[in-house]
């Protein structure tokens, strides 16, 4: 109707000018199309295209170096963007979209190249505080340090936590245990040996805010805990603000970071891993990880859960094939005691398991694809069992089996005890460093070899992650085995946890955490490895690092380009070699636009 039927000599002005525009935008495509498929021009953006992509790179090489030689200007490396402020570099949700999320692949930890990496220092977020103090801390946090409400929001009427004033405070309770943790674990202890010393290290998946880990400390019980990065926001950073130990972490395709029978006692509470899914295979590998004669604890669904009969039995029927002894159902609560010895297997059993082959490592876990097939209590050489194993706290010293496994192992252990005695003492009386007062909670050790460096702070308030790098030799089954915590890591990639989560850093010979193993030729920079130590300390915390005089002056030259202030000193007098050491500190800055 109307102009349609109109000749085109009595079509309006205003229509001509809407039709050839569109006629002439159509037509641009098309010419823009031929000419970038078949003519130099394509070639010629795309190449544009890659070198904008190489001067990124190059940018980031031209950093590095200007840094190393001490020429950067201004002198200190550029802070992040403000939206930056909870950055993990190898869990962040914009790269979860572009993976698969078969087994949870896209929640694990996924790096970018170091030269894809933004090369700048995190700022805190607007109104940061230094946090509270070591055992407050455990009941409150400042709001200001990690204003995010969801779980408060989402989960206050559990008891997990709630906004009060300036503080998120955490009455202790989660969603199995609204009434709290204390109470939880007085229901556990009626089949389990909590207290006594013979459970030490425990494993918390699926942790929430950590108050199960918080709560068993006072039972001499030492959790690591973890989750992913989730909906909820930073569970794991309020447990580490809290002083708890905790990383980032997800079951999902591969082997978690830790060495087989490392944990006495392993929970789960809501933790909605689906233990029985792909042939069980996540049941397999709490297996390789729970010590023979340990406790599994299952809390919530499938346990007795309304509609959940199948996936119920299932797990039952899971536990039976792996010899499990059922110990309690108590409500929603299942125990479980892990036999000592290889038991019933491999004899037949409905799920088809068997046992590894002997070639295969069971406590090599870094970047390890889940196996199907079960870790035998015999392929662990020297005896950790429960019972077998020294009780805590006698364990902390006296030599583990594993760590005879080693050439010269005893003494070399023996040696590394005494040798952290003596230098923790140095630390405390000549160079006054925090250890051992209510500044320091949080420590990680980022080449801890057999744990000594911890040890020797067993008497402090204190928690320490014992790092051991992936490329060297793999001792984190000595450490467990005496009684600490720690995880496997290669420190040419940035660390699971969230910014601002250590109160003090130490690491012994830093440059060989970026060498080829054997090899002088780096892998990576130190520049990169100091920012990211920079990203994981909080604001007026201490790093120290031991290594030769030449490079202990490289580090401050970096060191003064992330911020930190620095003081080099001597080694004890009782110690041989050429060591330096580096004590830095880390200042308090804000960005510019951020109110005092």
Same mark, same amino acid.
């Given at each position: ?10 079509? &309006? ?30 070639? &010629? ?35 992040? @963007? ?52 070591? @055992? ?26 709630? &906004? ?97 029978? &490392? ?37 919530? @669904? ?43 297997? @491999? ?250």
């Amino acid at each position: 109707m109307g102009h349609h039927n109109l000749p085109p000599s009595k079509r &309006s002005p205003r229509q001509w000018r809407l039709l050839d525009l569109v006629t002439a935008f159509l037509f641009g495509i098309v010419i823009l199309f031929f000419l970038l498929v078949l003519t130099p021009l394509g070639d &010629s953006l795309a190449a544009s295209g890659r070198q904008s992509l190489l001067l990124s790179s190059s940018d980031h090489a031209r950093l590095v170096v200007a840094v190393e030689s001490g020429k950067l200007h201004p002198h200190h490396i550029e802070p992040c @963007p403000a939206d930056y402020v909870d950055h993990m570099p190898c869990e962040d949700p914009r790269r979860f979209s572009q993976l698969s999320r078969e087994m949870n692949f896209y929640r694990e930890r996924h790096c970018p190249l170091s030269e894809e990496s933004s090369l700048c220092l995190i700022p805190p977020p607007d109104g940061y505080k230094i946090p509270v103090q070591w @055992p407050e801390s455990l009941d409150k946090i400042w709001h200001s340090n990690m204003p995010h409400n969801k779980i408060a929001d989402r989960k206050g009427h559990q008891g997990w936590m709630k &906004s009060e004033g300036p503080y998120f405070v955490f009455p202790g309770g989660g969603t199995m245990f609204p009434d709290g943790a204390g109470h939880y674990i007085e229901k556990l202890k009626q089949y389990i040996p909590i207290t006594g010393g013979t459970l030490r290290t425990a494993l918390d998946m699926g942790c929430g805010v950590a108050s199960f880990g918080g709560s068993l400390l006072a039972e001499g019980i030492l959790t690591m805990s973890f989750a992913p990065r989730d909906s909820h926001k930073s569970q794991i950073y309020f447990a580490l603000e809290r002083g708890i130990p905790a990383f980032v972490a997800m079951l999902g395709t591969r082997r978690l970071p830790f060495p087989a029978f &490392s944990f006495d006692f392993i929970h789960c509470s809501r933790c909605l891993i689906p233990f029985t899914a792909y042939n069980a295979t996540y049941f397999i590998e709490v297996d390789r990880l729970l010590r023979p004669g340990g406790y599994l604890v299952i809390s919530g @669904p499938p346990v007795q859960w309304p509609k959940q009969d199948k996936e119920w039995a299932d797990l039952q029927a899971v536990a039976r094939a792996l010899c499990y002894d059922l110990i309690a159902v108590d409500g929603n609560t299942v125990i479980w005691k892990k036999p000592i010895g290889d038991s019933c297997l @491999p004899n037949q059993n409905e799920f088809g398991f068997e046992l590894c082959d002997e070639s295969d490592d069971p406590s090599s876990a870094w970047y390890f694809k889940l196996k199907k097939c079960v870790t035998g209590a015999s392929f662990v050489r020297g005896d950790s069992a429960i019972g077998a194993i020294t009780k805590w706290p006698e364990r902390l010293t006296n030599a583990p089996a594993r760590a005879a496994l080693l050439k010269n192992g005893i003494d070399l252990f023996v040696a590394d005890t005494f040798r952290w005695e003596r230098r923790i003492a140095y630390y405390k009386t000549s160079l006054n460093l925090k250890l051992g007062t209510s500044s320091v909670r949080n420590v990680m050790d980022m080449n801890a070899l057999f744990g000594g460096f911890a040890a020797a702070l067993s008497s402090d308030s204190v928690w320490v992650m014992n790092v051991v790098p992936a490329r060297k030799p793999l001792t984190l089954d000595i450490i467990y085995d005496r009684g600490l915590i720690g995880v496997y890591h290669d420190w040419c990639e940035p660390f699971s946890t969230y910014p601002r989560t250590y109160d003090f850093i130490h690491v012994a010979g830093i440059e060989s955490l970026t060498k080829y193993t054997g090899s002088s030729k780096s892998r990576c920079s130190l520049v990169d490895l100091m920012v990211e130590m920079d990203r994981i300390l909080r604001p007026e915390g201490t790093v120290v690092v031991r290594d030769s005089p030449e490079v202990i002056d490289r580090i401050d030259r970096i060191a003064h380009a992330v911020r930190w202030s620095t003081s080099i000193h001597g080694q004890e007098p009782e110690s041989h070699g050429r060591e330096k050491i580096l004590v830095a500190n880390k200042i308090l800055w804000r960005l510019p636009s951020a109110s005092n």
